[in-house]
């Protein structure tokens, strides 16, 4: 096919180079929004009376049917074409002659790619952000479920205080919902429309910014042309909102992979999302948990792939800038991919209440709550720390737990212990006596529950 820009050269373009500089191969993806933005872009330009009626509907008509055999088939793409823009062009030009070159007046393709990826952005982004709330709802029902269920809560890995199931999944609720905010802020700073800067300097031609942007749902007109062609901002945006809610589907993975150990086996993953393996029959693994896991890294690749290629270049548009939608388009197809398959996971996810009960039972969880007994009996908690300190040691000299240490032993550590101190310190007392806000109480956890389904409904509103 010869080059739109052939007049300017002798010799053609040699093969390899050809397709090293092409990227129809993956910005076909956004042939919808490449005609969206030419079809409110030709409207600009008839209402501004620099394309006649009759030119403007062959346009439309054109680039409709070229939509329709996109979508059907009938039409392939040209893998020979530069990118998404010229073929669309070259193939409007084919069907319906002059008009369609005439489209290309007062735009360039700088400001065509940045108008189409901030369109395709967007609906993917909407895809995405609905499918996080999906996530969000998995988790608060997955909470609800399991409110009461004790289990210990780590630090460091270790053993620390009693917490329920239920508090523990609302951690990430949490997480899941600032996700949501991420995604939110950068598609609203995304929203501004480049469409106009032309190839960085505007134009001669009286042109409508404000009715193309708004034609195509934007909140309104990019300031500045240079910066219109230049920013890709909102792609790095977007990797960064990408990358921390993968680095939470990260940590919530290596927890689930914990808890299906045999070391922990506090939950049972569904058989439909778990493998077996080829060799040790007894093997069940959760191959989707490690992959989200595996693909973070993939996703902080891309946030770092497009960092490195934007640090260098000078102003306004450089070809070091189509290798943003590589990056792009692999996170948001990661993401998408791990949501889909994470959310079922979580939703078919049972938890073993026997075994997270008993692992809480053990490992001096309730030393705290003995501390705090000590001190409503009027002793210092410095002092109180160091009696049960030694009431630890004492215990695991013995083999017991502190439940099962006798009054006597108690009474030598400390003349303030009395028969009380066991309900005080068994595991349903020391959750239910967490009553500071967002604890592990059960008042606090059903009240974290209830503004979650609230803030659910908001965000299906
Ligand atoms: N395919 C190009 C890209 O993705 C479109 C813009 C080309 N502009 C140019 N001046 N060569 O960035």
Redesign the pocket.
Known sequence: MEKMWAGRFEKALDKKADDFNS?IRF?CRMYKQDIEGSLAHAAMLEAKGILKKEELDAICGGLASILEDLESGALEFDMNA????MFIEAELTARIGDAGKRLHTAR???D??AVDIRLYLRDVCAELRALIVELLCAVVDKAEEYKDLIMPGYTHLQRAQPITFGHHLLAYANMFSRDIGRLEDAVARMNYCPLGSC?LAGTTYDTDREMTAEALGFDGVMGNSIDGVSDRDFCLELLSAFSVLMMHLSRFSEEIILWSSWEFKFVELDDSYTTGSSIMPQKKNPDMAELVRGKTGRVYGDLMALLTTLKGLPLA?N?D??E??EAIFDAVDTVKMCLEVFIPMIATMKAIPENMYKAAGQGFINATDLADYLVRKGMPFRSAYKVVGQTVALCIKKGVVLDELAMDEYKAQSELFEEDLYEEISLETCVKKRISEGSTGPASVEKQIACFKEKIKELKA
């Open positions: 990227s910005d530069e990118d998404i823009h360039s393709r700088n065509q790619v190839a548009y070809k800038m189509q943003d939608k």
